[in-house]
């Protein structure tokens, strides 16, 4: 328990704002969110903790802004969420895949470095236990095929603006520890769900179209692997890499919970039937539309490493965590 001041990163998004929940329970430190509110940024994740944390907007691609920021409050810990993070938008519009993702990145590992590095040796003490935690992830290992798992050896191959965006911003962050010695820890995670997140992505999709009534678009024949995991593991993780973790070193963080999306569709629909049931099953709206360009495959991770090496583990599995998903959204419906 330590009284660190921590700047999260895209705070207000999915998986950032179950983090600062994560960290409030867990912590003393005292917690500082910086996020631009773009659309998927909501204010709403953060009501609940919102009087424990100083909530700053503001863009990571803002030079002097963020030069001002780090000034200003000199943090110990910086977790960096913020990040463009829809694939298919990454499709239609890369451009602020690359400034934020990249570009963003590189900003806040420089004043990361300025802060902590580069500062008088008087200050230095402050700084010994300085982390910067880099959340990626495994899109950037591109695609698998029947077998096989991404290891933190696997080579980086991504297959999409957003994945190649990802892939580059982890490089930046490994070089300005083998060239600055900055103290970084990256974590590269499989695909998360649970409560707050966003109403694009495929879970959130699957559980709207079906209580509107609406066909449920699935892609291609429906056959894609995602290794599922949920958020508050992810989480968990996280907190681990970051107060443990290795200097230098990348985790991979995985469910060991692979399912095609047909079966994701198909659960979510039995679960309806059970939890909000109409006359006509729910999967009678699946529907099978156009794949997405680029489409990977199948993601699978191989998590031994942070498991041996920091002794996490994912508490739930993806039957357990969607059920409270979806009840979180039945709960939440202007959510979706
Ligand atoms: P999200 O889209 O829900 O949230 C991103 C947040 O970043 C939003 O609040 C947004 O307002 C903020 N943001 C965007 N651009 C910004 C900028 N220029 N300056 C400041 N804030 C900005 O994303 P998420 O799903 O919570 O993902 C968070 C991180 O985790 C991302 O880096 C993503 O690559 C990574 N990740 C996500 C998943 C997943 O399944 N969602 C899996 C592995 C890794």
């Known amino acids: 328990m330590k009284n660190d001041k921590v700047l999260i990163?895209?705070?207000?998004?999915?998986?950032?704002?179950?983090?600062?929940e994560y960290v409030l329970k867990n912590?003393?430190?005292?917690?500082?969110?910086l996020d631009k509110l773009t659309y998927a940024g909501n204010l709403k994740n953060l009501e609940a903790v919102s009087h424990k944390i100083t909530f700053i907007k503001g863009d990571i691609c803002d030079t002097?802004?963020?030069?001002?920021?780090?000034?200003?409050?000199?943090?110990?810990?910086?977790?960096?969420?913020?990040?463009?993070?829809?694939?298919?938008?990454?499709?239609?519009?890369?451009?602020?895949?690359?400034?934020?993702?990249?570009?963003?990145?590189?900003n806040l590992l420089q004043n990361s470095y300025k802060t902590w590095m580069n500062c008088p040796n008087d200050l230095k003490e402050e700084f010994k236990n300085a982390r910067f935690l880099h959340i990626s992830t495994d899109e950037v290992y591109g695609t698998l095929g029947e077998t096989g798992l991404f290891t933190?050896?696997?080579?980086?191959?991504?297959?999409?603006?957003?994945?190649?965006?990802?892939?580059?911003?982890?490089?930046?962050v490994r070089s300005y520890f083998h060239?600055?010695?900055?103290?970084?820890?990256?974590?590269?995670?499989?695909?998360?769900?649970?409560?707050?997140?966003?109403k694009e992505k495929l879970i959130p999709t699957i559980i709207r179209k079906a209580i509107s009534g609406e066909p449920i678009p699935i892609y291609g024949d429906g056959k894609n692997v995602r290794d599922w995991l949920y958020v508050m593991d992810h989480c968990s993780g996280i907190y681990l890499a970051?107060?443990?973790?290795?200097?230098?070193?990348?985790?991979?963080?995985?469910?060991?919970?692979?399912?095609?999306?047909?079966?994701?569709?198909?659960?979510?629909?039995?679960?309806?039937?059970?939890?909000?049931?109409?006359?006509?099953?729910y999967k009678e709206q699946i529907t099978f539309v156009k794949d997405r360009p680029g489409h990977d495959f199948r993601y699978a991770i191989d998590a031994s490493?942070?498991?041996?090496?920091?002794?996490?583990?994912?508490?739930?599995?993806?039957e357990t965590g969607i059920r409270k998903t979806i009840a979180w959204y039945l709960k939440n419906r202007d959510r979706l």
């Open 242 to 281: 970051l107060e443990n973790g290795k200097l230098g070193e990348t985790y991979n963080i995985g469910g060991r919970n692979e399912r095609e999306n047909l079966y994701i569709a198909n659960v979510i629909c039995e679960l309806l039937d059970e939890m909000l049931p109409k006359n006509s099953p």
């Open 152 to 172: 933190e050896e696997t080579s980086y191959a991504p297959n999409s603006p957003y994945s190649a965006s990802k892939a580059s911003s982890d490089f930046i």
């Open 9 to 20: 990163t895209g705070g207000a998004g999915f998986i950032g704002s179950n983090y600062v």
């Open 179 to 198: 060239t600055y010695g900055l103290p970084v820890v990256t974590t590269n995670c499989s695909n998360n769900y649970g409560p707050n997140q966003h």
């Open 27 to 33: 912590s003393e430190d005292e917690i500082f969110v």
């Open 305 to 318: 490493k942070i498991e041996n090496e920091l002794g996490w583990k994912a508490k739930e599995n993806f």
């Open 64 to 106: 002097e802004f963020i030069q001002n920021l780090f000034e200003k409050h000199k943090f110990q810990k910086v977790v960096h969420f913020a990040a463009e993070s829809h694939v298919d938008n990454s499709i239609s519009g890369p451009s602020e895949f690359i400034q934020t993702n990249i570009v963003g990145t590189f």
